[in-house]
């Protein structure tokens, strides 16, 4: 059965910094890129960043030089780490797991989505 299990979420200030990860189980996770994505009510789920297999990254450019996405193979892990915070960034994020490399992913499998709110 395949799972894709966030945690790392909250309530922080503008500014601060936090860390998303996702611990994935099910599947043969070295072989699948792996994204991050966010979605607020109303709109349409948007692209974080995105990671290969070869460790190859995607941001989106609201998400350039504040996040950075990383993986470790051996532990079915996928880290977001979140710096400089602001309040837009408040959303529902989630872990996806697909086939192929950007910008052709194939995104099978999601999590459940962690809560993160930034207060201004």
């Known amino acids: 059965q395949v799972q894709l299990v966030e945690s790392g979420g909250g309530l922080v200030q503008a500014g601060d910094s936090l860390r998303l990860s996702c611990a994935a189980s099910?599947?043969?996770?070295?072989?699948?890129?792996m994204g991050w994505y966010r979605q607020v009510p109303g709109k349409e789920r948007e692209l974080v960043a995105t990671?290969?297999?070869?460790?190859?990254?995607h941001y989106a450019d609201f998400a350039k030089g504040r996040f950075t996405i990383s993986r470790v193979n051996a532990k079915n892990t996928v880290d977001l780490q979140m710096n400089s915070l602001k309040p837009e960034d408040t959303a529902v994020y989630y872990c996806a797991a697909g086939v192929g490399f950007w910008p052709s992913v194939n995104y099978n499998y999601w999590g459940q989505g962690t809560q993160v709110t930034v207060s201004s």
């Open positions: 990671i290969s297999t070869y460790l190859s990254t």
């Open positions: 099910g599947f043969t996770f070295s072989t699948y890129s």
